[in-house]
């Protein structure tokens, strides 16, 4: 049980990323996968969530800039990263859990989810 980001970085703000998961066995069947994140010094904090039938779900502060998707055949996990903010900077970490088409609404921070990465650090800078 593996899951591994990839594609942190430093970008300026209103830069974009994308952040890679490779999560075989993940994608395409029973679980919820997505992203939470820790800022530093802060809690961690849900994302963004994608569920086994495609249904996506994000955070307020993702709304509108970040986006969740995946690729089953490449089994792997994305979130395109747009117009990032200086409250934006973190470690990233890709999860799972087993939980049939069901992710909770909004994301969930860190403790809901059963497996994750070490995650992929993101600066932003001004």
């Known amino acids: 049980v593996q899951v591994v980001e990839s594609g942190g970085g430093s970008v300026q703000t209103g830069g974009s990323l994308r952040l890679s998961c490779a999560a075989p066995?993940?994608?395409?069947?029973?679980?919820?996968m997505g992203w939470f994140r820790q800022p530093p010094g802060k809690e961690y904090e849900g994302v963004a969530a994608i569920s086994s039938d495609g249904t996506t779900r994000y955070s307020d502060s993702a709304k509108g800039r970040l986006t969740i998707s995946k690729d089953n055949a490449k089994n792997t996990l994305y979130l395109q990263m747009n117009s990032l903010k200086p409250e934006d900077p973190a470690m990233y970490y890709c999860?799972?859990?087993?939980?049939?088409?069901?992710?909770?609404?909004?994301?969930?921070?860190?403790?809901?989810?059963?497996?994750w990465g070490q995650g992929t650090q993101v600066t932003v800078s001004s």
């Open positions: 066995g993940y994608t395409s069947s029973n679980y919820c």
């Open positions: 999860a799972a859990r087993r939980s049939g088409t069901y992710c909770t609404n909004p994301p969930a921070p860190k403790y809901w989810w059963h497996y």
